[in-house]
């Protein structure tokens, strides 16, 4: 009987997995440059605008919330953080798997992307579908209008570095694309929403698995175990890694002085943006979350979609699939903070 439930989850997984085009193998590019963090110099300023209401708790993080989810709200919620980038600016994003995933619009983006005159970056997935090949994915970016807004960069179109996870448990350097260090601020811009394998997608996963070359994503995947595939990583493994991998990120970004992130929860389902035909949200649109800490603006997104009504099957998924510990494994290891204060930016 065990066999048998244990045979149906697998098969189960694989459908769930076939949404997001996995599939394959990725080649291994063989030595891959070890590229250490630059000296930090002159952060950039984090102090929010005096129209701000501050935070209640001066020893939490804070995530500021607007619930107007139009490109006037989206600048807004940015400006509350009163973070000035420096030097090249790169926005990451996803830009959706085709053909009918909830990416975010660029009508609802243009507007703070060409404020912040920034880059949108991308990486290529590790598992097929439209996105597994530099011209095929530049191809949806036009196809999906973000080369309207901004030019576009697959940053492992020449494949991967890697950068220093420091006292990591299943990774010891994690591979991004190697056009990563091209870029010295920036701007996290997530769709929160489910997923398959990690329960839910936010700014953690955007830093890890989005930064993450085909090769980075399939150690973070595999636990560090292998180089070439996503499959067969035990589920403890694969959420540490990602928390691990966000960690090296934020590090490498002047101990994530240099980056920031904004959560977008509308068409919130509890399938991801890697998924072209995803489930009809259950949730209505909720609005849109801003923080320099990537752990406090996830746990903030998950208290405020479970506190909604219709979260039932996105609870269950997270649930299913132990989606938190990826917040408990970065909150350990220093990425962030659970804890935080909330702070409607329409209510200051």
């Not at 630059?38 to 804070?62: F, I, K, N, Q, R």
């Not at 595939?229 to 035990?234: A, E, L, Q, R, V």
């Not at 208290?303 to 649930?319: I, M, P």
Request: hydrophobic fraction near 35%; include cysteine.
């Amino acid at each position: 009987m065990k066999q048998r439930i244990s045979l149906l989850l697998s098969a189960l997984l694989l459908v769930s997995l076939a949404a997001c085009g996995f599939g394959g193998k990725v080649t291994p590019q063989g030595d891959v440059p070890l590229v250490t963090p630059p000296p930090v110099t002159e952060p950039p300023t984090t102090e929010p605008p005096a129209s701000v209401a501050p935070a209640e708790d001066g020893d939490s993080p804070v995530v500021y919330f607007t619930s107007d989810l139009t490109p006037e709200g989206l600048v807004a919620i940015y400006e509350a953080l009163g973070w000035t980038p420096t030097g090249n600016v790169a926005v990451k994003l996803s830009t959706g798997e085709p053909p009918a995933s909830n990416y975010l619009r660029p009508e609802l983006i243009g507007d703070l992307v060409q404020q912040l005159n920034a880059t949108i970056v991308e990486c290529n997935t590790a598992y097929g579908g439209s996105r597994s090949e530099t011209a095929m994915h530049l191809q949806v970016a036009e196809d999906h209008g973000f080369t309207a807004i901004a030019d576009v960069d697959i940053l492992d179109q020449d494949g991967s570095i890697q950068i220093p996870v420091e006292n990591g448990t299943w990774l010891q350097t994690d591979y991004v694309g190697a056009n990563f260090p091209n870029y010295d601020s920036y701007l996290v811009l997530s769709h929160f929403k489910g997923h398959a394998m990690a329960g839910f997608g936010g700014a953690i996963k955007n830093i890890s698995i989005g930064l993450g070359s085909q090769e980075g994503k399939c150690l973070i995947h595999t636990g560090g175990k292998s180089h070439t595939s996503p499959w067969g990583g035990d589920q403890t493994a694969f959420t540490e890694s990602m928390a691990e991998a966000g960690k090296a990120v934020s590090d490498y970004l002047g101990q994530g002085q240099r980056i920031v992130y904004i959560n977008v929860l509308n068409n919130i389902s509890i399938d991801c943006d890697c998924d072209g035909n995803p489930a009809e949200p259950d949730i209505h649109d909720i609005g849109i979350l801003a923080s320099t800490d990537p752990v406090a603006i996830d746990q903030a997104s998950i208290d405020l979609c479970f506190a909604a009504e219709g979260s039932e099957s996105l609870q269950q998924r997270v649930q299913r699939l132990d989606g938190l510990h990826t917040l408990e494994h970065a909150e350990e290891i220093g990425l962030g903070s659970r804890t935080y204060t909330l702070v409607d930016i329409n209510r200051g």
